[in-house]
């Protein structure tokens, strides 16, 4: 069974960074597409920032310059480093993991930057 766990959320005020890791565990392969989505208050989710299974990096527009996707194969953990973070940047975050055409989604970790 894969199994995401993310952390490294928390509160940080603007122009504050924080970094979120997503740990994964199972049956899954280091060239699994991975990313970071997010769900602000009534909104519907989005995506954030992920990696391709070709190694390619694709970003919400909101986010680039600003935050950093990358990905540690030995320790099957994705990270990413959000600089410059902004009130609107609050939401709780989801790990995602396409392995072996089956998405599986982390349990979210809350990101609340205030003003």
């Known amino acids: 069974q894969v199994r995401l766990v993310e952390s490294g959320g928390g509160l940080v005020q603007a122009g504050g960074s924080l970094r979120l890791s997503c740990a994964a565990s199972?049956?899954?392969?280091?060239?699994?597409?991975m990313g970071w989505y997010r769900q602000g208050p009534g909104k519907q989710r989005e995506l954030v920032a992920r990696?391709?299974?070709?190694?390619?990096?694709d970003y919400a527009g909101s986010v680039k310059g600003r935050f950093t996707i990358s990905r540690d194969n030995a320790k099957n953990t994705v990270y990413l480093q959000m600089n410059d973070l902004k009130p609107e940047d609050t939401a709780v975050y989801y790990c995602?993991?396409?392995?072996?055409?089956?998405?599986?989604w982390g349990q979210g970790t809350q990101v609340t930057v205030s003003s």
């Open positions: 995602n993991i396409l392995t072996f055409n089956i998405e599986r």
């Open positions: 199972g049956r899954i392969l280091a060239t699994d597409a």
């Open positions: 990696i391709s299974r070709d190694g390619t990096l």
